[in-house]
């Protein structure tokens, strides 16, 4: 049979402009990031686990802590609960110091502009041709592991961004490719890295080519080579650390058109929410950016006001995932640790002591990132949101306050960090219900519009014509 095949037939199997040396090429190599990127990744999951494990004993834990389950037990270890008098007056300093130590340790031994996650690695895709040193993957790793384990409020997506960018680059010029290959595989590791650490492949993916423009614009020569890199980085993580989504969540659907109506104000409470978070982070940074002390003075002074906060608000303190698992749960019989019970009052109050929190930890110049605060924040609103709405419209209308708050999550996304389709499946992927992304459209879309302009990276550009790597 194969002897009566003709060479026109085998031609019709391997031909065409899709397999090419050069496309080939790129497999591999992204491949290769995201095996590298998944392996950093489990280790600085370990770092973490392990990190919290002592900083918990330190503090003296009631309970022995073998391991950190998933993402919503990481932020326990601060509750009251968890401590026992006096060792609670040291939340008061321990963020201070945490910082300090991360601060000291990349200034020594990272050079790379500040360090501070995700912005480092966009400004390294636009003005530094991808570059990122190798040093960065275990220096980073240390220093974000201590600021946000020692209580400093913000996210490890930040770093890990970094790390999985870092890993892109140094593939890239381990091989000696060229200055546009090492942007792509750059922006295949940083996809690969919050593929891996959220649980979430196809909203990894996205990121890798929505998150370098405040716009719409995406960079299109990365879109496959994330894709390759982020189903690898979370193949390898899920094997060590399990399939399940990151969060659960009861089973919530959309099944009432006349509902977009309360997401529409959910929509308009997000937009000045955001503008909140990012106009008040931005005042802490500029202030401590023209204080002219010096960098180790700004962040200890960023992690005791941290601290303080933290000491009457421990919920803030680190990634503060255990309210996003609370928003899902609201209206039950739920507390928060000083908040009182999961009421309107109690999540807005939340969010104004996150968001402030999060500027001190991150505008002093912390190694954490904003990312995870920004999550958490929107779940504080869309819970306020659902709960006002299950007070005042009728029963019939099915208003779920768990599904306020994961919407609520998308949007802030959206919104702030300006990765409107990256929310809409991250969301989904990691709370596993795909039920409400009609809802979230709906309020991405908005947000995502009426917040023009507002975003919490300075170092991303308006379109693909306003960045160096286009300007040509």
Request: aromatic share 14%.
């Amino acid at each position: 049979m194969l002897k009566k095949m003709s060479i026109g037939a085998w031609k019709f199997f391997l031909g065409g402009g899709g397999i090419s040396f050069r496309t080939g090429r790129y497999f591999g190599e992204s491949m290769i990031v995201g095996a590298m990127t998944g392996f950093v990744v489990v280790a600085f999951r370990y770092m973490i686990e392990l990190g919290g494990r002592y900083i918990l004993e330190g503090l003296g834990h009631r309970t022995s802590l073998s391991r950190i389950p998933d993402g919503a037990a990481i932020g326990r270890m601060y509750s009251p609960e968890a401590l026992m008098e006096p060792h609670r007056i040291l939340l008061v300093f321990l963020p201070a110091i945490g910082a300090i130590l991360g601060y000291l340790l990349i200034l020594r031994f990272a050079k790379v502009r500040n360090a501070r996650g995700t912005g480092s690695a966009i400004h390294a895709y636009h003005f530094e041709d991808g570059y990122i040193p190798g040093s960065v993957i275990p220096v980073k790793s240390v220093a974000s592991v201590l600021t946000v384990s020692c209580g400093g409020s913000g996210g490890y997506e930040g770093p890990v961004t970094l790390l999985g960018a870092a890993c892109g680059s140094v593939v890239a010029r381990a091989l000696n490719l060229t200055v546009r290959a090492r942007r792509i595989l750059m922006a295949a590791g940083l996809a690969a890295g919050i593929a891996a650490l959220f649980q979430a492949p196809l909203a990894g993916a996205i990121f890798g080519f929505e998150i370098f423009y405040s716009s719409s614009d995406v960079e299109y020569e990365t879109v496959l080579p994330s894709f390759i890199a982020s189903a690898l980085s979370y193949t390898i993580y899920a094997y060590f650390f399990g399939w399940a989504p990151l969060f659960s969540m009861p089973p919530c659907s959309f099944e009432n058109g006349v509902r977009l109506l309360p997401y529409f104000v959910l929509a308009i409470v997000i937009t000045f929410g955001v503008r909140f978070y990012i106009s008040f982070f931005r005042s802490i940074e500029r202030r401590f950016e023209l204080s002219r002390l010096p960098g180790w003075l700004c962040v200890a002074l960023g992690g005791l006001a941290t601290g303080i906060i933290g000491y009457f608000f421990p919920d803030i303190l680190g990634t503060s995932y255990q309210v996003i698992q609370a928003s899902f749960t609201a209206g039950a019989s739920e507390f928060f640790d000083n908040f009182g019970p999961l009421t309107i009052a109690g999540f807005v109050c939340f969010f104004f002591m996150k968001a402030i929190a999060t500027a001190f930890t991150v505008g002093s110049g912390g190694s954490a990132g904003v990312f995870a605060p920004a999550i958490v924040c929107g779940g504080a609103l869309g819970a306020a949101t659902g709960l006002f709405f299950a007070k005042v419209l009728p029963v019939s209308f099915g208003i779920h306050p768990a599904a306020f708050a994961l919407v609520g999550m998308a949007g802030f996304l959206a919104s702030a960090i300006r990765i409107p389709l990256t929310a809409i499946v991250m969301v989904a992927e990691i709370s596993g219900n795909h039920s409400l992304l009609l809802p979230a459209m709906w309020v991405c879309g908005i947000s995502f519009w009426l917040n023009n302009d507002w975003s919490l990276y300075r170092s991303q550009v308006h379109c693909r014509e306003s960045s160096p790597v286009h300007a040509a």
